[in-house]
């Protein structure tokens, strides 16, 4: 008998879309001065979900005003104690509010509404929640007896998790008493301006958060701004790079949170079926558009087929398909041009002669999808083993001692993120030791929580995002 | 011409005395620069002091190499360790304080007593680094308490090779604040000595040698800061740079190229007479975190 | 017994399984000497078993439990628990009374509608079975009787075995059985083996279930590793928990059991059941274990002969959510009979 699931759709009834959406600044919606505007879609359907305003420089120069009438206004002169009572009311309202959040960024961006709504929403109020307590206690944090907001922070966020990296960003930014200008991804603008709207009505006052939408031009017209302090980049190595060489020389503060290619490297001892889900967990998880995927698999020699094998079946089980449903695992691809490029990756896995495969599942006809798909007998000189690809794709390798281990998963420029699979404490331990990896999951992958910091080491960045060590990239120390 | 303290006489004896050859350090081995160039040394009064080496492209090249050879083994050294060595390089500073307070006088055109106050606190500095080797971690690390059922904790480490443009002005003490910072937190540094002064940097050199520090952990070129700086801040094997002690107007260039790997930057001018803040120490880790989760 | 299986084991050792440890250390032993009894044998190929992490085995299994499972599979999972219960009463005041009812509510749960399954089997005291075996003769329903000093386990083999034949021959279909959990915590891993032998021997055809009493075992590691070796000494069914021990069944814990029966099945061809038991209440519960076996286990474990749930006011709550499935109206208590 099977045991299929029917159709179990999260209502999209809590959402109200407008056709079109403006800017905010200075505590109002305002059209853009540059006139201009794009479409934000659902990548699942293709279907257009709103118009909204595309910032050009001349928003740019009026965001960066407002926020800094903020900052030499009432945000300045707050005592912290205010700032953090502000930054719990957001908290609390994105509580209220986080199953309209959870459907607002599953229709946006493509991910399952299992993740928005278990993950990135309440991740998302945890990290307002944190920081709040931070904003009132900052000669404590270990960084000097009195640290100083740096004033403007121009803050440029991905599409992967449009509402998290706000979060991400603005909480540590206007706990340490700084003022934000917000540049969400183009492809993924709406949970946003909804939060532009909780700012609203959480009474922050006007100009302390601004939130300019609009593609690279708009980021880099915030970049460029000399009325910007601190410039905080979530994204590409690539556009990390161009961000850095362009605040060169300036003064101005940055940090960078970039790509990655995480190796997760599992022991012929490691809790298999456990290993299995953080496999699954650390490839598949937001289908893969994850900076700190596991998306090299290290396996043990000893234990690499039967983990195949293993890993294989569980993902026959994974359910792909319609975002808001339920009980789906594996939503759509964000956007037509990552679909190409994850194509072109795994194209190229192919003709480079390594094995691939993807459990046997139907794509739906519209929309930007891609299937879970693994590559066996891939060597370190792939390209699917050295470029990001940050899809639903992973490469196997293998590995017979611990060194060996640690010499490939370092192997790389980059160096956000490990995991190690094995119920021997001391390996644990010295292999934390030894790979570089901003952060190292140990029998576990993909955790997150504001009080631990995340960042990267080499070209995956620098600076850190939670924790007490987020807040020294908002503090003048 | 040989060091000497201002004032000091020729001997009488009218006995020729022998010049110290001043060459560049790399791996632990003294070596001239392979571009067989050298530079006149002056004192701060325009007195020839000495020739020094004017190191090449290829000798910091080489210096890069050689730091990335022996930093593993020196981060992998136990923080207890690291302190003792720094500290060992202190108490041989203080044992040829004569000689550094006549090398920082003819670099500096400081008074004895002057040149002799600056030597102490570069000891002290040391002395002051070497402590914080095995309490950094504990200070700058932490054990975070997140949401599950899960043990969090974050430790400082190091960046790897660091390149450091030593201060122009304060040939010793400075050099020494520069130094220590990055070495003690298990890093490897390439050090450019001050241009015009590098005469203290090479001296310390020859005490780093002797001492316990490894070889390839700390590497000192002298020559051209405008010639060197370029290739160190584009360099990939270099994670991070020090460029406090590059001209103003040449900083931003470095900081372009040193975005091609995105190294970490620092750009700190610091009144080296003062205590100094953690921020040399913080500049120059990376910060890793590890979850495991606990369960029976 | 032992040699049948022993030898299974060893002809499928080679497919590439992640029991090939097992087996090696099974076909190790078979040519050298003695498996049964020998503690260290036994504890050389269970703590050779992967290691189960327990906060990753919480995680899995709290995920799982978010699945929605609606509309026309809600209607199909409802009824598929009610042909896996094993409708149980285990009280020291139980009647023969009693006993005669919930024959009756097995055969025919809903007396109001014909295309509701009988449950699997009911479950009881071995001096009950005589009646039960009577009131279900013709019927599909199975009797199960709990016994070997059900719940504890603490009398000799002998009295176990006395037990289990009484129960054999009053008509018993099944035999639930308990390990000796103070065995096997303290490594004496050859008499739990023994011990499920003799019983397995002495059942003959009748179906064996293993009480393995999870919430004694501490571990998640030690509810794989008595998995494993109840399927070695020849178990048809692992079952979680007697009911008296809390916790009885956990999510985690059946999802440990379900990966074990998933990897015996690799190892050696013999699919073996699993029984959930002590606690599930709620149809709500009962989909999310039916859930946990078709993701853990596969679909290949969904049917009464290799998935059973032990329970008894669960079976109401089961009818009232298909009542509402059906007739989208919520139900009312009154209209399911209580026993």
Request: with cysteine; aromatic share 6%; net charge neutral.
């Amino acid at each position: 008998m099977s045991f299929t699931y029917a159709p179990a759709p999260e209502s999209r009834e809590i959402v109200t879309l407008q056709p079109s959406y403006d800017l905010f600044v200075n505590g109002d919606f305002v059209p853009a001065l540059s006139g201009r505007s794009f479409s934000t879609t659902n990548p699942a359907t293709e279907e257009p979900l709103a118009d909204v305003a595309s910032a050009g420089p001349e928003d740019v120069d009026r965001a960066v005003a407002a926020a800094r009438a903020a900052f030499e206004g009432p945000w300045g002169k707050m005592r912290g104690s205010e700032r953090a009572k502000f930054l719990f009311r957001i908290a609390r309202v994105l509580q209220e509010r986080a199953r309209e959040f959870a459907v607002l960024e599953t229709l946006d961006n493509g991910k399952p509404i299992r993740e928005s709504r278990d993950v990135d929403v309440p991740l998302a109020a945890a990290h307002f929640f944190y920081h709040a307590g931070w904003a009132d206690k900052l000669e404590h944090a270990g960084l000097g007896p009195a640290p100083r907001p740096l004033g403007v922070a121009g803050q440029i966020i991905p599409w992967n998790f449009p509402l998290l990296m706000a979060a991400w960003k603005l909480a540590p930014a206007l706990a340490a008493g700084n003022t934000c200008v917000l540049k969400p991804a183009e492809t993924t603008p709406l949970s946003a301006l909804l939060l532009a709207r909780v700012c609203q009505e959480a009474d922050l006052p006007p100009g302390v958060v601004n939130v300019l939408t609009g593609a690279g031009d708009t980021g880099a017209a915030l970049v460029a701004h000399r009325g910007v302090d601190k410039i905080a980049f979530t994204g590409s190595t690539e556009v990390g790079r161009e961000i850095a060489r362009a605040v060169a020389g300036t003064g101005r503060r940055l940090t960078l949170e970039l790509g990655g290619k995480g190796a997760n490297i599992v022991f012929e001892d490691a809790p298999i079926d456990q290993a299995v889900e953080g496999i699954v967990n650390g490839i598949f998880f937001n289908q893969g558009h994850v900076c700190c995927a596991g998306s090299r698999l290290l396996a043990q020699e000893p234990i690499a087929e039967p983990l195949l094998e293993r890993l294989r079946q569980r993902l026959d089980t994974l359910r792909l398909g319609d975002p808001l449903d339920k009980n789906t695992d594996i939503g759509a691809i964000n956007s037509k041009d990552q679909l190409d490029k994850i194509r072109a990756l795994a194209d190229s896995g192919e003709k480079e002669g390594a094995g691939r495969w993807s459990p046997p599942c139907r794509l739906p006809a519209r929309g930007y999808w891609f299937p879970p798909t693994i590559f066996t007998n891939v060597s370190q000189s792939h390209r699917i083993a050295k470029e990001e690809i940050f899809g639903p794709v992973l490469s196997v390798l293998t590995f017979r001692t611990p060194a060996e281990a640690v010499a490939k998963a370092n192997n790389t420029p980059y160096g956000l993120s490990a995991g190690i699979w094995t119920e021997k404490g001391s390996r644990i331990l010295w292999m934390a030791q030894q790979l570089e990896a901003g952060v190292v999951w140990a029998n576990t992958f993909n955790r997150f929580d504001p009080a631990s910091p995340f960042g990267g080491y080499q070209e995956s960045g620098f600076g850190r995002e939670g924790g007490r060590h987020g807040l020294e990239a908002y503090l003048d120390a | 011409m040989p060091e000497r303290l201002p004032g000091a006489e020729r001997p009488r004896s009218g006995r020729l005395e022998v010049h110290k050859t001043y060459k560049l350090f790399i791996g632990g081995a003294f070596p001239r620069s392979e571009s067989g160039r050298s530079y006149v040394v002056s004192s701060a009064g325009g007195r020839r002091l000495a020739n020094a080496a004017l190191a090449s492209r290829k000798d910091a090249r080489d210096a890069v190499a050689a730091a990335r050879a022996a930093q593993p083994a020196w981060a992998s050294s136990t923080a207890y360790n690291r302190g003792q060595v720094v500290y060992r390089l202190a108490e041989m500073l203080e044992g040829r304080a004569a000689q550094f307070a006549a090398s920082v006088a003819a670099a500096e055109g400081a008074t004895a007593r002057a040149s002799r106050r600056i030597v102490a606190a570069s000891i002290d500095r040391l002395v002051w680094y070497a402590g914080w080797a095995d309490k950094f971690a504990q200070v700058v690390g932490s054990s975070n308490p997140v949401a599950g059922p899960y043990f969090n904790f974050t430790i400082p480490e190091p960046t790897g090779v660091v390149a450091v443009l030593a201060p122009q002005v304060s040939s010793l003490l400075g050099l020494v604040s520069v130094l220590a910072p990055v070495v003690v937190t298990g890093n490897a540094a390439v050090v450019v000595a001050s241009e015009a002064r590098p005469l203290p940097a090479v001296t310390l050199a020859e005490v780093a040698a002797t001492s316990d520090v490894p070889a390839g952990v700390v590497n000192v070129l002298t020559g051209r800061t405008g010639e060197l700086a370029p290739v160190l801040a584009g360099h990939m094997d270099v994670g991070a740079l020090d460029i406090s002690g590059a001209a103003p107007d040449a900083r931003p260039d470095l900081e372009r190229l040193a975005a091609g790997n995105l190294k970490r930057v620092l750009v700190l001018e610091e009144d080296w007479a003062a205590v100094p803040s953690l921020r040399r120490l913080r500049a120059f880790v990376e910060v890793k975190t590890v979850w495991h989760p606990v369960g029976i | 017994m032992r040699r049948a299986t022993v030898r299974s084991v060893e002809k499928t050792a080679a497919g590439a399984s992640l029991a090939s440890s097992v087996n090696a250390a099974l076909a190790g032993r078979s040519l050298g000497g003695e498996l049964a009894g020998s503690d260290v044998a036994l504890r050389r190929l269970l703590s050779g078993l992967p290691g189960v992490d327990q906060v990753g085995a919480e995680a899995r299994a709290a995920a799982l439990a978010t699945r929605s499972v609606k509309r026309e599979s809600k209607l199909r999972a409802l009824e598929l628990a009610i042909a896996m219960i094993d409708l149980t009463t285990l009280e020291g005041a139980d009647t023969p009374g009693k006993v005669v009812a919930l024959c009756a509510k097995a055969r025919r749960p809903d007396p109001s509608d014909e295309s509701v399954p009988a449950v699997a089997a009911v479950c009881l005291y071995p001096d009950l079975v005589g009646i039960a075996h009577r009131q279900l003769a013709g019927s599909s329903v199975r009797v199960a009787a709990v016994a070997t000093a059900f719940p504890s386990g603490r009398a000799s083999l002998a009295v176990k075995l006395a037990d289990t034949r009484e129960a054999l021959d009053a008509g018993a279909d099944e035999i639930d059985m308990v390990i000796d959990r103070g065995a096997f915590l303290s490594g004496r891993y050859g008499q739990v083996y023994e011990e499920v032998r003799a019983v397995r021997e002495a059942c003959a055809d009748a179906t064996l279930k293993v009480i393995l009493e999870t919430g004694e075992l501490a571990t998640l590691d030690n509810v794989a590793r008595a998995s494993w070796l109840a399927m070695l000494a020849g178990a048809d069914f692992v079952k979680t928990s007697t009911g008296k021990v809390n916790p009885a069944s956990t999510a985690p814990a059946a999802l440990v059991m379900l990966s074990a029966v998933r990897d015996f099945h690799v190892a050696t061809g013999r699919r073996v059941g699993v029984k959930v038991a002590g606690g599930i209440r709620s149809a709500k519960d009962a989909i999310r274990y039916l859930v946990l076996v078709a993701e853990t286990a596969g679909e290949q474990w969904l049917n009464p002969m290799s998935f059973r749930i032990g329970a008894s006011s669960l079976l109401n709550d089961l009818l009232m959510q298909r009542s509402k499935q059906l007739t989208g109206v919520y139900a009312g208590h009154d209209y399911f009979t209580i026993d």
